[in-house]
């Protein structure tokens, strides 16, 4: 019995605003940032202050104090806003202050015990949107995961802390006031999805946590409609795809808010057309891990079907774009233990697209040729096990098995070749493996496993199990 492989989730990478933003003036005079040389004069003058308890009390205590002024005046003066203004200025100067925390990950627990977290987590539905902007802007700058690296304790007290003061519900009832067209509103949309993605880094559990209390599921349902391209509707593709890569519960969740039909639209953008950009090419590939990952319940498998998910991707494939092999591996998924979607393939001429590709003819870029062309190969060989365990009777049978019978059994010949491929290659990779051990180098069973996998193990498995069907088959088929 084959099962298809997770889909990789790709690696986060930091906001880029390049492409959103002209450059700043202070780049006019000869390309020298002025702004930068001032700032940097001035810190030559200022003394450095050192990262210790002391210093995180005394920024502590200076940051409740001004929050306690903001949250008087606005007590006593609710329709005036000139009265308090001043007040939130020199909030937001002292939640710039406490950036500079993120230096010290170690200080976090003393950070916690102060109280301190529960504050800044309490601006998140600040009045003023501002001041909740730049509580995002701390919490993501406190969370990243270049800071907390090497620190996982206290990362955890500060995670814990952030999750039992309801961060995570504050974080997403946020994102609900905030504008993509306003650049600093932007850029905050983008820090409130990279700090979610830090705390399930810390504590995975959040995954399912932030789906279960929250909205976050309905707006990136929402976001990865929008049919223009940008940073965040790229980042929103990502962060779909981490909560749905381990979690059933998050599967089945967003299956049953019509997930499957919104990543297929998602995807039929790209039916005929290639992304323009790298960055659109990323977004697309994790649409495809969104639905693949989305394809593990049986339910959305049948979801899928009745969606036309089956037809898509064949369309997709017979337009060999650059799509072609997210799309065979979206149909894996969805034929793997679920024989309707075997049979639908075989209804709407699948088998026509699927079996020359199988033979060979596979569109292939430039970049990365060999290790496409094997991805793909394995990816069909567990499509065609789908099919030979999924259609075991009548017509569909017999136009799966009249496949083998062509051309003189020339796909008996072709399983036979890659059979022997990946017998062969696995074969070196253990005679190597045992090479390592007589040089007494460490390596348990589970890596030398893991090793043969790589070396083509796992679609080793599938052939001889596909050749056996396939022979017993026909002869079957040639009796009849």
């Known amino acids: 019995m084959n099962y298809p492989m997770d889909p990789p989730i790709q690696n986060k990478r930091k906001r880029d605003d390049s492409s959103d933003s002209p450059p700043p003036a202070s780049f006019a005079n000869g390309g020298v940032d002025l702004s930068l040389l001032e700032a940097l004069e001035k810190a030559q003058h200022t003394p450095v202050e050192t990262l210790d308890l002391k210093t995180v009390k005394k920024l502590a205590l200076s940051f409740e104090r001004r929050l306690n002024a903001n949250t008087a005046a ?139 209390k929250t909205k976050l599921l309905k707006w990136l349902q929402a976001r990865i409609k929008v049919r223009e391209f940008d940073s965040n509707k790229q980042y929103a593709s990502e962060i779909l795809a981490i909560l749905l890569q381990n979690s059933t519960a998050n599967q089945k969740r967003f299956g049953q808010m019509n997930g499957v039909d919104t990543l297929l639209q998602a995807v039929a953008m790209y039916k005929s057309r290639d992304p323009k950009t790298g960055d659109e090419e990323e977004m697309v590939e994790n649409f495809f891990d969104c639905l693949c990952c989305l394809l593990m319940p ?104 009249s496949k083998f019978v062509e051309n003189e059994c020339e796909k008996i010949d072709r399983l036979m070749e890659l059979y022997m491929r990946y017998s062969n290659r696995v074969k070196a990779e253990t005679e190597r493996l045992n090479q390592l051990e007589l040089d007494d180098l460490e390596m348990d069973e589970e890596e030398k496993y893991n090793r043969k996998l790589d070396s083509g193990l796992y679609t080793l498995q599938v052939p001889p199990t596909l050749l056996l069907l396939v022979r017993a088959s026909i002869l079957v088929f040639l009796c009849h």
Not at 109 to 120: K, M, Q
Not at 334 to 361: I, S
Request: charge should be negative; aromatic fraction near 4%.
């Open 74 to 212: 606005r007590l006593k003066y609710p329709d005036q806003p000139d009265k308090f203004a001043d007040s939130e200025m020199e909030l937001h100067d002292e939640l710039q202050k406490l950036k500079i925390l993120a230096g010290a990950p170690e200080l976090y627990p003393d950070l916690v015990s102060l109280g301190t977290v529960n504050s800044i987590t309490g601006l998140l539905n600040h009045d003023n949107s501002d001041i909740a902007i730049d509580a995002v802007t701390l919490l993501q700058d406190l969370t990243d995961a270049d800071v907390i690296e090497d620190n996982d304790e206290p990362a955890q007290v500060l995670v814990d802390a952030l999750i039992e003061n309801n961060a995570v519900e504050l974080l997403v009832q946020n994102l609900a006031r905030l504008n993509d067209s306003d650049q600093d509103e932007s850029a905050a949309i983008y820090n409130t999805l990279s700090t979610i993605e830090n705390l399930i880094e810390v504590k995975p559990s959040v995954s399912e946590l932030v789906c279960e």
């Open 298 to 401: 049986l339910e959305n498998k049948e979801r899928f079907v009745k969606a036309e998910g089956v037809e898509l991707m064949i369309i997709i494939m017979n337009q060999k774009k650059s799509c072609y092999g997210s799309a065979i591996r979206a149909l894996d998924f969805a034929m793997t233990n679920y024989p309707p979607a075997c049979e639908r393939f075989v209804d709407v001429m699948g088998l026509k697209t699927a079996f020359p590709a199988f033979m060979g003819k596979i569109p292939l870029s430039k970049k990365n040729k060999k290790r496409n062309r094997e991805e793909f190969e394995e990816r069909l060989i567990s499509l065609i096990a789908s099919l030979l365990g999924g259609i075991l009777r009548g017509s569909r049978r017999e136009r799966l098995l």
